[in-house]
């Protein structure tokens, strides 16, 4: 099976790897937030690979940009919902750190491909 050429993106590798952590972690919400908010961060989660993946066939610097910009912002959302998942008591203080720093990690590759692609001719 042959690689999309987003898979050799490392911002993408670890936005993935992150959006099936989130899902394995959703899946420890209680029933009643099953639908609310295990739903909303796995959208979360998805769209900041989704969006790399689009990003990346676009022609255009500025669309690239664009669209690397709304992973960003969802990495923002995906911070929101699994702080209010962990002052919830949802998941644990740890689960949440090591999710924030994997955040952490997908939002600096994220900026510095933003970046790669702005300045490159």
């Not at 969006?51 to 610097?61: Q, V």
């Not at 969802?74 to 002052?87: A, F, R, T, V, Y």
Request: glycine residues 2%.
């Amino acid at each position: 099976m042959r690689k999309r050429p987003y898979e050799n993106i490392i911002a993408w590798q670890e936005a993935y790897k992150l959006c099936l952590t989130v899902y394995k972690l959703s899946k420890k919400l209680p029933i009643e937030e099953r639908f609310p908010l295990a739903n909303q961060l796995r959208r979360s989660a998805y769209s900041v690979p989704t969006n790399i993946a689009e990003g990346n066939m676009k022609r255009s610097k500025k669309e690239k940009a664009r669209f690397y910009e709304i992973a960003q912002g969802s990495l923002e959302e995906l911070h929101c919902e699994c702080k209010l998942s962990c002052d919830l008591k949802y998941i644990s203080m740890n689960e949440f750190e090591s999710v924030d720093e994997h955040l952490n990690r997908v939002s600096y590759l994220l900026a510095r491909l933003k970046s790669a692609v702005l300045v490159s001719p």
